[in-house]
């Protein structure tokens, strides 16, 4: 086996790229009002875009310009039910920098 391209970060020393606070909406349960399974994947993807946004690199420019950001995997724990009104903190942070890719993390909290 070769080397890895890549330089994996530990979780703790890890800088945070963006964090966000937002309620758990209606529209991300279910009709028991706990987390719909796959809402955290646009949370991600919320956070993702945002933290291109703040860089001056909107994933719209880098459309344009040719460039892409491709998902090729993708993960999701649930370590407790989340419910409908719950105040989550939403955090993004490097776990692996390459030379021709990168891997994000993203956690979401409850808050209260």
Same mark, same amino acid.
């Given at each position: 086996?070769?080397?890895?391209?890549?330089?994996?970060?530990?979780?703790?020393?890890?800088?945070?790229?963006? @964090? %966000?606070?937002?309620?758990?909406?209606?529209?991300?349960?279910?009709?028991?009002?706990?987390?719909? !399974?796959?809402?955290?994947?646009?949370? #991600?993807? *919320?956070? !993702? %875009?945002?933290? #291109?946004?703040?860089?001056?690199?909107?994933?719209?420019?880098?459309?344009?310009?040719?460039?892409?950001?491709?998902?090729?995997?993708?993960? @999701?724990?649930?370590?407790?039910?989340?419910?409908?009104?719950?105040?989550?903190?939403?955090?993004?942070?490097?776990?692996?920098?390459?030379?021709?890719? !990168?891997?994000? %993390?993203? *956690?979401? %909290?409850?808050?209260?």
């Amino acid at each position: 086996m070769g080397e890895r391209d890549d330089t994996s970060l530990e979780a703790g020393l890890a800088p945070t790229l963006l @964090t %966000t606070r937002r309620l758990v909406p209606m529209a991300d349960v279910d009709a028991a009002g706990i987390l719909y !399974f796959g809402a955290p994947y646009r949370w #991600l993807e *919320e956070a !993702f %875009t945002a933290w #291109l946004n703040v860089l001056g690199h909107p994933l719209s420019g880098l459309s344009r310009s040719g460039s892409s950001c491709p998902c090729v995997t993708s993960a @999701t724990s649930y370590g407790v039910p989340l419910v409908l009104d719950d105040e989550i903190s939403v955090t993004l942070r490097p776990s692996s920098l390459g030379r021709t890719s !990168f891997s994000l %993390t993203t *956690e979401a %909290t409850r808050v209260r």
